[in-house]
């Protein structure tokens, strides 16, 4: 059974930083792609980043290129999020989420494994 469990998040004024973290349990980490979501109440599921299993490749929203960095340490089972220059927009819940295909994707259809998600607040 894969468990993802992400941390984190918080309160952060507009033009900050944070940095989320998602440690993935299971021995087949390093051959997943990986994603980040975001998902407000009421509001669809948004792509925000990917990256394939090596981290070779890594696939961004528009809205935040230029802001945001995937990136993953598969000797720790761990994904991070780097997220600068925050606004209240980017305000929600983000989730984590494994591809076993390994390729990452934009499509939160393609991801079979979640986590519970982290509240990421920008105060304005």
């Known amino acids: 059974q894969v468990q993802l469990k992400e941390s984190g998040g918080g309160l952060v004024q507009a033009g900050g930083s944070l940095r989320l973290s998602c440690a993935v349990s299971g021995r087949t980490f390093s051959t997943y792609g990986m994603g980040w979501f975001r998902q407000g109440p009421g509001k669809d599921r948004e792509f925000v980043a990917a990256i394939s299993w090596s981290g070779g490749s890594t696939y961004y929203a528009d809205y935040v290129k230029g802001r945001f960095t995937i990136s993953r340490d598969n000797a720790k089972n761990t994904v991070y999020l780097q997220m600068n220059s925050l606004t209240p927009e980017d305000t929600t819940v983000y989730y984590c989420?494994?591809?076993?295909?390994?390729?990452?994707?934009?499509?939160?259809?393609?991801?079979?494994?979640w986590g519970q998600g982290t509240q990421v607040t920008g105060s304005s």
């Open positions: 989420a494994a591809q076993s295909m390994g390729y990452g994707s934009a499509s939160h259809r393609d991801y079979a494994y």
